[in-house]
């Protein structure tokens, strides 16, 4: 860690602490049983609300822990280090939420900060994966009501929720590229008619982390259902996207810095031809390769922090700490793998849950492919190209 301040270092002292508590205890049960044990879930919750930990991306003075970028990602690259299945009861409610207005304050916001009600980001579908353009929801105004069709997967969470943002094409507009959808963010209720959710297939990183497949049959929401305004989706969903992408590269600097002590731990123990494995080179280096990546890791997620700090992080700053950060976290994951031999593979020990961990990393919040994408476009697209 470079230049912590007093408060920095007790911040992380205490979610270090809360974790070895409440966190890694149950890491081996919930990765087996495949789901967390609503008692455990409800601990971690009740406990980070005592703590201030819960909500702390939200802004004081609405009862969040107010928490800026730079202390956010400390406790996001420390909760990286166990499964997100546990420390996903401990909300960070999406920041978006904060475009509430008027009575959806009391009745979404507020709750959210209080661990009164959770909330679930909706945005891909069946057929729209890393293509959201392709979105086949829709809400259409019908007299006072718009009413919405389609279905969303793979929407995650820690437990069912209470209520669902969704983006669904509310028309289109004409743009110099043509035309586009115009999309809109609305705040479904679990409960309302025709808006049927269930439990997804299960996932096998992260076991016990849920998702859910949402369908909306002819659902009527009403105008202040609207979260921003009407067609403003996509610039609010960008919002939460760009700084959940540098969340994801700290929690992955975070996981990788224990898988390597875990790797560190094991070449200097493990010995083969009456030698510790750690002083093969072969081995020798892979360490030291996993060290000098994640170093340049953590300054990238620093860089951007202190970018998004200024107002000045662009969605090229964020991708290239999304890609590199869960690339790195995957050679480390399989290089320690290889570190281990065939005790790496075996369930007794934590490495492979760590590694199938780390695969969803390159996957969720937009796959290493479509980050490449978003950098290439960021040189080409000044030049017409
Ligand atoms: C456990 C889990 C939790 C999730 N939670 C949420 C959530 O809470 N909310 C939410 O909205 N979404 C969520 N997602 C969805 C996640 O963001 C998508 O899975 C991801 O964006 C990729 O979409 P896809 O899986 O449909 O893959 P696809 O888009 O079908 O992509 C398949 C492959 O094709 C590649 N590809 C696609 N287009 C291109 C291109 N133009 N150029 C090069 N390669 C391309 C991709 O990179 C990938 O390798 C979650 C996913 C998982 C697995």
Redesign the pocket.
Known sequence: MYDETNDKVLLLNTVQKFMEDEMYPHEDKVDKLGFVPDEIGRQIEQKSLEIGLFAANLPEKYGGGGLDYSSMKLVEREYGKTSHALHSWVARPTEILLACNGSQKEEYLFPCIKGQKRE?????EPE????VMSMKSNAKLVGEDWVLNGS?H????PCMPDFAIVFAATGENETPRGKRKRVTAFLVDVGIPGFDIQEGTK?I??KG?K?YQLSFNDVKLSKDKILGEEGNGLSLSGKWLGMGRVWVGATCCGKAERILGLAVEWAASRKQFSKPIGSFQATGFKLADMKMNLRAADLLVDDCVKKALDGKMTDEDAAIVKVYCSEMLNKVADDTVQIYGGMGLMEEMPIERLWRDSR?ER????????QR?IITRSMLRPLGA
């Open positions: 679930l980001f909706a945005l891909t729209a994966g890393s293509d969303k793979f929407i995650s969470g996932c990183s992260y982390y998702n969803l996957i969720w919040d937009g796959t290493s492919e479509i994408h």
